[in-house]
């Protein structure tokens, strides 16, 4: 493979296991389909190093991408169903197909049923249940048959086996199955060619966590060699305040009992300290892999730092530093410096004899791979624009606005810029398509229109575009409705304690602690300023912090960190708990510098306390093999259902607390329901944890007792239905009702629900501002053919989105399809005659497919489509002056 390509992803088949099973035994024919992918990753790189006559990629020449059959995701969403489900629904079918149907296609459905009629007793008719499925392809594997259509002759048969979760999936319970014969190599390679035992008793969540860190997707590679690195101990500070401590009540459910407990604060977990040498311009934050390595690493002035520090009795190049093992490293040669926090294979040290023996085996493997790393991300500023002081801009969340104690009026305080904004989109022409171009890509029609009103700006007035940008600004108020509110503000990935980090790595303190409490380093704002932050997910008022800005000039002087990093203090201060469990490796709070939201804000202060999770736990050891495996990764798909339910359920007793703490309610009755908020803000964290603890409660147990409270016996709040609620969309489910609460979402809902309309404009028909061509000479074949494909292409996107896939499979899926009709209509080379007869057809024929031909011609015929309008400035002028966004 050409060097260029090296860094391009793989797209590899994305399948339900359920489909599988089919195919393995009722001779299901698959469809390929390249929906999932391997990014460019340190794993991918090593594939490549296999070989190409070992891992076999393939290049798609219409789309530019490669594709492997190598490896394939698979998902275990749906059950397989029994030989009795599927007749009872095609004879459903059948009942309902009308006379137009081909007596073809239905004697293929009768035929289909007598198949399964006849073999219904065999097993492979069975239902099988998604947890029972895992657990056979786990232990199995699968073979995929491809058969010639024709003849029936069996052309290839490919054993797969589970492999590993894919980086980005490993939450949702989806698994990666690798060729039989690249499994050895490959899951050696990911563990580090450790000696792990078979059947032993290991923390084998762990291992399938870290062992996935090399898959993560990667903006690019650098060296850092291991004879540069030191590991320093881990640092905690241990404190005692009071708080809502979350337990087992005598009830045998969790209860939020106010008491004075220990907040234990992990100092630098996560992050780490690298030299200023390694970072390109404008980058202060780097997130790190290797091999169980994970670490963000901050822009430091190392060697500069080492310098002033060195004691004066001993020559620099002669100042040797110790780290956690006692081992020596000259301050010269030190670049790069991390806790075991960073380093996960520390965790399994047992199977080497020991911490210090790991940690000279994983520098071995480092430098045996030439010292490469993997960049994952860095510190990026917001893409929400600027408000018109040239403020940037930033969007809250629906959970941040309805932790809030606020009213009617501060809500509509709050949403002032935004209301400005739309009347902007509806009614200043320079505006729009400003914001159109700036939210353009491959699957949406922006750049087309944008293109077409530089062009000819009458196009504004033509029903087409009229109903694009009554769309668009739909969508857009809908967004805010959702708790999308832009406010002046961005996120910062958090630095804990650096000033600390840098002496604690030559074993001494700094004079003094230069952040106390509340107090944070950023400079995306003014010092002196008290600043309102929150970090996702945000469940309650006690995950609001209120942050007081210092410039620090020892943190200037050794850290070299744009605005978009922010350092923090945990000394002493529970700034962990109070951001729903954060760590530093690369972690964002948002913080908002806004008047009203800071008042709000402040309303917390001291009445709701942290919440501390104390709930029995002890940390689940498994078995090395794949049963165990199956055991943790439907624990995972568990855990991910509930999450959802929680964060759902805490907002909705949220929005219960504030209606009835707006209605009198007694102090009573609310303290218990913000006992339960408690609950669902621990709770929520336990789902993320656990596959790798053993918690003494059942998860949906406890969502069923919170459900169960008198309180919640009432209708949904206004925003619920813009959450997607998907047990409320099930046939036969009564329809749901939704009250208007007072509460600071349905404050929101109500005050974009009362946006004016635009002004009035006047109507010009597409057709006048065509430029006139003869039509006679139009190719009406080619016509015909293009208008075919948009079709073909229309109908397929609308079969994804009926599909049950996720948003980002079936993004890349409607991308695939795209670039595939595009492809073909470039080649049809256009001519102006034809376009500007399909163009008028087009109009004539008041086609539903319109905006999507358009489009399609505009992306693969530009100049020719574009040369099909008349040049013209608007004689209508509805612009005023423009409003940045």
Not at 114 to 133: C, P, R, S, Y
Not at 305 to 313: I, M, N, Q, V
Request: glycine content about 4%.
């Amino acid at each position: 493979m050409k060097s260029k390509q090296m860094n391009k992803p793989v797209y590899i088949q994305s399948m339900e296991a359920s489909d599988i099973y089919e195919h393995v035994k009722r001779n299901r024919v698959l469809i390929k389909k390249y929906h999932g992918m391997i990014p460019f990753s340190l794993e991918l790189i090593k594939l490549r190093k296999l070989g190409e006559k070992r891992f076999v990629e393939t290049e798609i020449k219409h789309s530019k991408k490669f594709i492997s059959d190598d490896i394939i995701n698979v998902k275990f969403k749906m059950k397989v169903r029994s030989g009795e489900e599927i007749v009872n629904g095609i004879k459903k079918k059948l009942k309902e197909l009308d006379d137009a149907a081909s007596d073809d296609y239905k004697t293929k459905l009768n035929s289909y049923i007598k198949l399964i009629e006849d073999e219904i007793k065999d097993d492979k008719w069975k239902e099988v249940k998604n947890a029972d499925l895992r657990r056979y392809f786990y232990e199995n594997g699968f073979t995929i048959t491809e058969v010639d259509e024709e003849t029936g002759e069996i052309l290839k048969t490919t054993k797969y086996v589970v492999y590993k979760r894919s980086s980005s999936k490993s939450r949702t319970g989806q698994c990666l199955f690798i060729k039989e014969e690249l499994h050895e190599e490959m899951i050696n390679w990911s563990r580090m060619y450790l000696s792990f035992q078979p059947n032993k008793k290991i923390d084998y969540a762990g291992l399938l966590a870290y062992e996935s860190l090399v898959g993560s997707s990667l903006e690019s590679t650098i060296k850092i060699n291991p004879k540069n690195m030191l590991i320093v101990a881990d640092k905690e500070s241990k404190f005692k305040q009071t708080c809502n401590v979350v337990r087992t009540g005598k009830n045998g459910f969790l209860e939020s009992f106010e008491e004075e407990t220990h907040v234990i604060n992990s100092l630098f977990d996560g992050e780490s300290l690298l030299d200023k040498k390694y970072f390109p311009n404008n980058q202060s934050m780097l997130l790190l892999r290797n091999h169980m390595f994970k670490s963000a690493a901050f822009n430091t002035n190392i060697q500069e730092f080492l310098r002033a520090k060195c004691p004066k009795d001993i020559e620099y190049d002669q100042w040797e530093i110790p780290n956690m093992f006692g081992e020596l490293i000259k301050a010269k040669d030190i670049e790069f410096i991390f806790t075991p926090t960073s380093l996960k294979a520390l965790k399994f040290s047992d199977v080497i004899g020991g911490k210090q023996k790991m940690w000279s085996y994983w520098k071995e493997l480092v430098d045996a791979e030439s010292s490469v790393f993997g960049i994952c991300k860095h510190e990026k500023q917001s893409k929400r624009g600027r408000d018109n002081r040239g403020n940037i801009l930033q969007q809250t969340s629906y959970q941040m606005l309805n932790c809030l104690p606020m009213s009617a009026n501060d809500m509509d305080a709050l949403t002032s810029f935004e209301k400005d904004y739309i009347n902007d989109l509806k009614n200043n022409d320079d505006v729009f398509i400003d914001y159109i171009t700036k939210e353009k890509n491959d699957m949406n029609s922006n750049m087309m229109f944008a293109d077409l009103y530089h062009r000819n700006n009458d196009i504004v007035h033509t029903k087409i575009f009229r109903d694009f940008r009554k769309s668009t600004i739909n969508k857009y108020v809908n967004h805010i409705k959702r708790g999308k509110l832009r406010l002046k503000g961005d996120y910062c990935v958090l630095f804990g304690n650096p000033i600390e980090y840098l002496y604690h790595a030559i074993g001494e303190s700094p004079g003094e602690q230069l952040l106390k409490g509340n107090e944070i380093h950023t400079t995306l704002f003014e010092p002196n300023k008290e600043l309102i932050a929150f970090r996702n997910p945000n469940t309650s008022p006690s995950n609001v912090l209120i942050a007081k800005n210092r410039h620090v000039p020892e943190i200037t002087k050794w850290f070299n960190l744009t605005d978009n990093i922010v350092c923090v203090n945990a000394i002493n201060f529970a700034i962990q708990d109070i951001l729903s469990g954060c760590d530093y490796d690369s972690d964002t709070m948002v913080i908002f510098d806004d008047t009203k939201l800071l008042e709000i804000g402040k309303r917390c202060s001291g009445k709701y306390l942290v919440c501390v999770n104390d709930v029995a736990s002890q940390s689940r050891d498994y078995v090395l093999n794949n049963r165990d495996m199956c055991d943790i990764d439907n624990q995972l798909a568990e855990s991910q259902r509930n999450i959802g339910e929680v964060v759902n359920l805490g907002q909705f007793c949220m929005s219960v607390y504030w209606d009835m703490l707006a209605s009198g309610t007694k102090e009573k009755n609310l303290k218990e329901l913000m006992k339960k908020i408690d609950v669902m803000t621990i709770l929520s964290g336990i789902c993320i944890d656990l596959a790798k603890k053993f918690y003494e409660i059942k998860i949906s147990a406890e969502i069923k007792h919170v459900q169960s409270i008198p309180e919640l016996n009432r209708n949904k709040p206004l925003f619920w239905k813009f959450l997607g609620d998907p047990k409320m969309n099930k046939k036969n489910k009564k329809k749901k009702e939704y009250d208007m609460y007072n509460c600071p979402m349905d404050f929101l809902f109500n005050n974009m629900s009362k946006i004016k309309n635009a002004t009035h404009r006047e109507n010009i028909p597409l057709e006048n501002l065509l430029e006139k061509r003869n039509i006679a000479k139009g190719n009406r074949k080619q016509e015909q053919k293009l208008i075919s494909y948009v079709e073909e292409k229309c109908n397929e996107i609308n079969a994804l989105h009926c599909a049950s896939m996720e948003d980002e499979e079936r993004n890349k899926a409607i991308d695939n399809i795209i670039k595939y009709y595009n492809f073909k209509v470039q080649k049809l080379k256009v001519k102006p005659d034809t376009m500007y007869a399909i163009l008028l057809h087009m109009v004539k024929s008041k086609s539903n497919n319109a905006t999507k031909l358009m489009n399609i011609l505009h992306t693969t015929q530009k100049d020719t489509f574009l040369e099909a309008f008349k040049t013209k400035k608007s004689h209508i002028n509805n612009t005023n002056s423009p409003k940045t966004a």
